[in-house]
């Protein structure tokens, strides 16, 4: 069979559109031979969301969203219908949200029920809402912080009323020099600690010797036989005691001597007689020394 020119052309045109329509699938994320599940999600308002719009299941994704379609009855609910993989199971009671990130890309997020046992079938429709996001959260915020802001503006009007005080100024410059004595001290500190580091190594070596010496000392203390000592000194003072009671009586030569009084005055007179000698000795001494060259002795008048 031969195929005309014009034949040629249109087989090409055709094929032309198949690829553009599937390379459209391909790039809304849709697959291009479909084996995904379709399950429906009534919505009150779609705002972002549009077909190929993804969907995530615990940060997975597992579809995307082939279509909207809108229900004109007068409930007017909108309805999403979501391409699953036909791996991901449905437990009952779950449901659907719509959520951004900051960029602005719109996506769904499957919030999945916690009944493991009862899963929907492909077809089965699911209930879908907004994801309650940041700016959502600071919207209801917004009355508590309207309550605040009278609060602020009277703390900002204290604060201004604070920082306009002179004493303020004088108190931070206060704190400046503190600061500054501090930063001295903290250096002298570190000095000392400096100086500390290297003296004590050596006082500890003394240190050391001390105790050597004190233990060598105790050492030898303990050697010594205190009990014999002690018996030594009493037999002693026993001894000095003794003497001392025979010095007081009048037994013994020192006893007599230290306790008799005739003995003192002999002794007085002997000694008065022998001062009297001497000086006579003195003044006289021929009368009692005769020393002749010649062997004469003179005769004394």
């Given at each position: ?77 909108i309805v999403a219908v979501m391409g699953l993989d036909k791996n991901m199971r449905l437990p009952q009671g ?29 077809g089965d429709t699911i209930s879908g809402g907004a994801e309650l996001g940041m700016m959502s959260k600071l ?21 201004n009323v604070l920082l306009a005080d002179p004493a303020l100024r004088n108190t931070l410059h206060n704190v ?126």
């Open positions: 069979m031969k195929f005309t020119k014009e034949i040629k052309i249109a087989l090409v045109a055709i094929l032309a559109i198949v690829v553009l329509f599937f390379g459209l699938q391909f790039l809304k994320g849709l697959t291009i031979f479909s084996n995904d599940d379709s399950y429906y999600v009534t919505f009150n308002d779609v705002s972002g969301l549009s077909p190929s719009s993804p969907i995530y299941a615990n940060g997975y994704k597992v579809g995307v969203v082939k279509d909207i379609i809108y229900d004109y009855s007068p409930e007017g609910k779950s449901h659907a949200e719509i959520a951004s990130d900051l960029l602005g890309n719109i996506k769904v997020n499957l919030v999945l029920g916690d009944d493991p046992l009862h899963m929907l079938a492909a919207g209801s915020m917004m009355p508590a912080v309207e309550a605040i802001l009278p609060k602020l503006d009277s703390i900002m009007s204290s604060l400046e020099g503190m600061t500054g004595n501090l930063n001295a001290t903290s250096q002298e500190l570190r000095s000392l600690s400096a100086s500390l580091n290297r003296d004590v190594p050596g006082m500890m070596h003394k240190a050391n010797g001390v105790l050597d010496n004190t233990q060598q000392l105790t050492k030898n203390l303990s050697a010594v036989d205190v009990a014999a000592m002690t018996a030594s000194v009493n037999k002693t003072l026993e001894n000095v005691e003794q003497m001392t009671r025979k010095l007081n009586s009048n037994e013994g030569t020192l006893g007599l001597l230290m306790r008799d009084a005739s003995l003192y005055n002999n002794l007085t007179a002997t000694a008065a007689s022998a001062d009297s000698l001497l000086i006579d000795l003195k003044a006289h001494p021929k009368r009692y020394v005769h020393f002749s060259i010649f062997g004469k002795s003179d005769k004394q008048k």
